[in-house]
T-cell receptor, first 111, second 111 residues
Framework: DAKTTQPPSMDCAEGRAANLPCNHSTISGNEYVYWYRQIHSQGPQYIIHGLKNNETNEMASLIITEDRKSSTLILPHATLRDTAVYYCIVRDQGGSEKLVFGKGTKLTVNP | GAGVSQTPSNKVTEKGKYVELRCDPISGHTALYWYRQSLGQGPEFLIYFQGTGAADDSGLPNDRFFAVRPEGSVSTLKIQRTERGDSAVYLC?????????FGQGTRLTVV
């Protein structure tokens, strides 16, 4: 079962920042937080991952709270092409390698 | 190749028939995963290979489902005596370290 909780849907205006929350209150010390997204009719796409420090790459930023029980994915300037389902996943790097997907958040970027 | 390739992209089969779905991972990726996705749901884990061996097959729903990866590269997901409930998009992903890369999937329809 997925170890994360996400809102089922969110809206964002084009050009504004999209902040997608995720709760993972049962996360353990060796588990990482991963974010993927799935654009309609495509396979999931890796976005970013982190353990406890905030992370940034060319796609997004990941903010993890100090207690690691929640995180936020930030798309700094959302475009219409960012409309997708976003999945927050907790994964044990040292154990089973599988990614367990929940239902994710459907982000709609509006013009 | 440039990415994970799955063939066929679409497969329609009659109930009770046998089907094979093929996955060509990114060259050099040692890990390979199979997922299936029903409409409106997140991807559901089926099986994970590390090299030639199945490291975790806990997601295979029953003994009609079987997957192989004989040379540690291409993998085939095999479904015997297909049922209408097997209709879904079957996704394959490969990984070398962090971040799994997914193919576009095979849409299987059992009629």
């Amino acid at each position: 079962d997925a170890k994360t909780t996400q809102p089922p849907s969110m809206d964002c205006a084009e050009g504004r920042a999209a902040n997608l929350p995720c709760n993972h209150s049962t996360i353990s010390g060796n588990e990482y937080v991963y974010w993927y997204r799935q654009i309609h009719s495509q396979g999931p796409q890796y976005i970013i991952h982190g353990l406890k420090n905030n992370e940034t790459n060319e796609m997004a930023s990941l903010i993890i709270t100090e207690d690691r029980k929640s995180s936020t994915l930030i798309l700094p300037h959302a475009t219409l092409r960012d409309t997708a389902v976003y999945y927050c996943i907790v994964r044990d790097q040292g154990g089973s390698e599988k990614l367990v997907f929940g239902k994710g958040t459907k982000l709609t970027v509006n013009p | 190749g440039a990415g994970v390739s799955q063939t066929p992209s679409n497969k329609v089969t009659e109930k009770g028939k046998y089907v094979e779905l093929r996955c060509d991972p990114i060259s050099g990726h040692t890990a390979l995963y199979w997922y299936r996705q029903s409409l409106g749901q997140g991807p559901e884990f089926l099986i994970y290979f590390q090299g030639t061996g199945a490291a975790d097959d806990s997601g295979l729903p029953n003994d009609r489902f079987f997957a192989v990866r004989p040379e540690g590269s291409v993998s085939t997901l095999k479904i015997q005596r297909t049922e209408r409930g097997d209709s879904a998009v079957y996704l394959c992903a490969s990984s070398l370290s962090v971040g799994a890369f997914f193919g576009q999937g095979t849409r299987l329809t059992v009629v």
